[in-house]
């Protein structure tokens, strides 16, 4: 067990909702489970006749993303500016996926974990995942997300 210092958080509409940093709010301890993270799964990414074409794809969302960067001025890795808990060049969100790359042995703070990340999104979800950049893509690429 791990124990972690929260901020309180409010649901609303079954939705977590995190007041902002200037609102100051009690800390709680939180318990939290984390011996499923030494077990890493394995994910080798599907290599198809295609696999050029979804590195294409990929550099592309990455340019929608993140103007194709992993690392901003200072060197620090890129973070969203409306969401900071998107990460890297595919802007990967800690939040949704974080553990899950955990699980699969990919710190995606480091860009080659990022891009297999992006990799293991694209092969079981197609551009779904990246749903915000869906008018660059559109306009830039004549990507459709779906």
């Not at 969302?61 to 890795?77: L, P, T």
């Not at 969401?83 to 860009?111: C, F, S």
Request: net charge negative.
């Amino acid at each position: 067990m791990l124990t972690i210092q929260v901020a309180m958080a409010a649901t609303i509409r079954n939705e977590i909702v995190i007041p902002p940093e200037s609102q100051s709010l009690p800390l709680v301890e939180a318990k939290i489970e984390v011996a499923m993270l030494d077990q890493k799964e394995d994910y080798t990414p599907r290599i198809s006749d295609n696999s050029s074409e979804r590195s294409e794809i990929l550099e592309q969302i990455a340019y929608c993303e993140s103007r194709g960067q992993h690392y901003d001025e200072n060197g620090d890795v890129l973070k969203g500016e409306k969401v900071p808990e998107d990460t890297g060049k595919w802007q990967i969100n800690t939040r949704y996926h974080g553990v899950n790359a955990l699980k699969k042995g990919l710190d995606i703070t480091k860009e080659e974990d990022n891009k297999a990340y992006a990799e293991y999104l694209y092969d079981t979800q197609g551009t779904k995942p990246w749903r915000a950049s869906s008018k660059c893509l559109l306009q830039n690429f004549g990507i459709v997300v779906k």
